[in-house]
C-alpha cells in the first residue's frame, strides 16, 4: 500500500517499544528471498485507455463453440427466472441470518431448499452452507468419524480425485486416515467398486462411493451400502444430483449421509465456483450435522417462523468440539437451486435426465459406428461415458485449437487409461454438436 497513517516519529516508537531498530530486523527471520518487493505497475491511464486494453485482454479469451466435459460440473439449461430470483437485492445482499426478526425472507429460502433436497435425496434432514460437493463430502466422513467414534475412512476411487484431495486434506488435521478403495479399471471391466473389497477393509468409519462414479459408470450402491453396514459403518453416497430424478433414491437403498455438488441444480460453470454443497442425513444423526439448519415453528400468536436451529458451531458453543466451522453462508447458491428445481419441478428434472442420458448413448453410438471410439468399460452409465480411441491427448488439443472440448483426458489422472476420454452429455448437447465431433475426430486421425 503506498498509503500509510503512521508518521516516521510513529514507526520509530514502535521500533523502540519492540526492541529493534529497523524495520528489517523486525522480518529477519523472513528469508530476503520470500519477502515482498517492489511492485511492477504499469503507469495510470484514463478511463478511455483502461477500456481498451480490457477489451483486448478480453479479446484473448477463447470461448468453445462446443463442449463435452463434464467431469463433475455440467451444463444445463438455467431458467431466466432463477437469475431473476438471485438478484433481488434482499437476497443478492443478505448476511447470515442470525436475527429472524429481520431475516425471515432468507431462513424460509434456506428451509424450502433443505425441504426440496430431503425430497430429492429420500432423505430425513438436510442442511445449508456448505461450499461445494468436495467440501460437502469431507464433512460427511467427519460426520461419520463422530457417530461412529472412529478415524478411519474409505473412498472409493470412482469418487472425483478432486473431491477426494480435499477429504484427504479435511482428515490430515485431525489424523484421520484415509483408505482407497480400487474401482475395476481392467479393459472391459465395468470400472465400478467392489463390495468384497469393502468387508476386507475391517474397521471404518464410512465408506463414500459415488453414483454415477466419476467415469460415468453406475455403481452397485444397495450392496455397497450393505458392505459398509457389515462393518458397523456408515455409507456415504456422492451422487450427482440430476440423475436422482431417474435414478433410486439414496434413502431408499441404505445411504446414512449424502453429500453432492448442487452446481448442476441451476448454477452456471462460471469459471469454477461459486457453487454449493449438498448434504442430507438421517434424523438419528442431525446433532452431528456440519453447517445451518433452518427449521419451522410457531410464534406466541401461533404464526409460522423460520429459525436456526441446532447451531453446534464454534462461533455459538463448543469451540473446538463443535460440529462445524463452516463460516460461510451459501444461501444466495442455495437460493439458485431452489429457484432452479421449482422452475422445472419433478417433471421437468427427470426430462433433464433423460434428454442427458439418451444423447450420451448417441454421442457414444455415432463414434463406434465409424470406428472412431469404443467404450472402455461394460456396464451401465448415465450421461457420462468413457471412450478409448488412438492418441487421445493429442486429438484433445488439436479440438481445442477448432473450439471444441472433447471431454476430459484421463490419463493425466490415471496413467493406466491411456488414450482415454471422458465425455460428458446434457440437454444442451445437440445432434449437431456430435456429428461435429464426430468431423474433428475423423480429420484429426
Given at each position: ?226 458392505a459398509a453396514h457389515a462393518s458397523g459403518a456408515h455409507f456415504v453416497a456422492a451422487v450427482e444430483p440430476t440423475s436422482l430424478a431417474v435414478l433410486e433414491a439414496p434413502g431408499a437403498y441404505g445411504a446414512d449421509i449424502v453429500a453432492a455438488e448442487g452446481q448442476p441444480l441451476g448454477i452456471p460453470v462460471s469459471f469454477g465456483g461459486p457453487y454449493v454443497g449438498l448434504m442430507a442425513a438421517r434424523m438419528a444423526s442431525v ?140 440437454e444442451l448437447t445437440t445432434d449437431t454438436d456430435i456429428a461435429r465431433l464426430v468431423v474433428a475426430l475423423e480429420e484429426t486421425a
Open positions: 500500500m503506498t498509503y500509510s497513517p503512521h508518521t516516521e516519529a510513529d514507526r520509530a516508537h514502535m521500533l523502540e517499544a519492540v526492541g529493534v531498530a529497523s524495520v528489517d530486523d523486525l522480518f529477519a527471520d523472513i528469508p530476503p528471498a520470500v519477502r515482498a518487493g517492489a511492485w511492477s505497475v504499469p503507469p495510470p491511464l484514463v478511463e478511455q485507455e483502461v477500456r481498451a486494453e480490457l477489451a483486448r485482454l478480453a479479446g484473448r479469451n477463447r470461448i468453445p463453440e462446443v463442449s463435452f466435459l463434464g467431469a463433475g460440473v455440467y451444463r444445463h439449461l438455467i431458467p431466466s427466472v432463477v437469475g431473476e430470483v438471485i438478484g433481488r437485492p434482499e437476497f443478492a445482499t443478505s448476511y447470515t441470518p442470525y436475527q429472524p426478526e429481520v431475516s425471515q425472507g432468507t431462513l424460509q429460502s434456506i428451509y424450502e431448499f433443505q425441504s426440496l433436497i430431503c425430497e430429492l435425496t429420500g432423505m430425513e434432514v438436510a442442511t445449508a452452507s456448505h461450499y461445494d460437493g468436495a467440501t460437502a463430502t469431507a464433512e460427511a466422513a467427519l460426520m461419520a468419524c463422530r457417530l461412529t467414534r472412529r478415524s478411519r475412512v474409505a473412498v472409493s476411487a470412482g469418487v472425483n480425485p478432486d473431491h477426494r484431495r480435499v477429504l484427504e486434506t479435511y482428515c490430515s488435521g485431525p489424523g484421520i486416515e484415509v483408505v482407497t478403495v480400487s474401482i475395476d479399471l481392467a479393459e472391459g471391466g465395468d470400472g465400478t467398486t467392489d463390495p468384497a473389497a469393502v468387508e476386507a477393509l475391517g474397521e471404518i468409519a464410512c465408506l463414500i462411493a459415488a453414483q454415477p462414479n466419476f467415469y460415468g459408470q453406475l455403481e452397485p450402491m444397495r450392496e455397497l451400502a450393505d446433532r452431528q450435522m456440519p453447517g445451518r439448519l433452518v427449521g419451522a415453528t410457531r410464534d406466541v400468536h401461533g404464526r409460522k417462523g423460520y429459525v436456526l436451529t441446532l447451531q453446534a458451531r464454534e462461533q455459538h458453543i463448543r469451540r473446538e468440539k463443535a460440529a462445524s466451522n463452516i463460516c460461510t453462508n451459501q444461501a444466495l447458491m442455495a437460493l439458485a437451486a431452489t429457484a432452479y428445481l421449482t422452475a422445472v419441478g419433478p417433471i421437468g428434472l427427470r426430462e433433464v435426465a433423460e434428454l442427458s442420458a439418451a444423447q450420451a448413448r448417441h454421442l457414444a453410438g455415432a463414434l463406434e459406428s465409424v470406428g472412431l471410439a469404443e467404450r472402455r468399460f461394460g456396464g451401465s452409465y448415465l450421461n457420462e461415458v468413457t471412450l478409448r480411441l488412438p492418441d487421445a491427448a493429442r486429438r484433445h488439443a488439436a479440438l481445442a485449437e477448432r473450439g471444441i472440448v472433447a471431454g476430459h483426458v484421463l490419463e493425466r489422472g490415471e496413467p493406466e487409461l491411456r488414450d482415454t476420454l471422458l465425455l460428458a452429455a446434457t
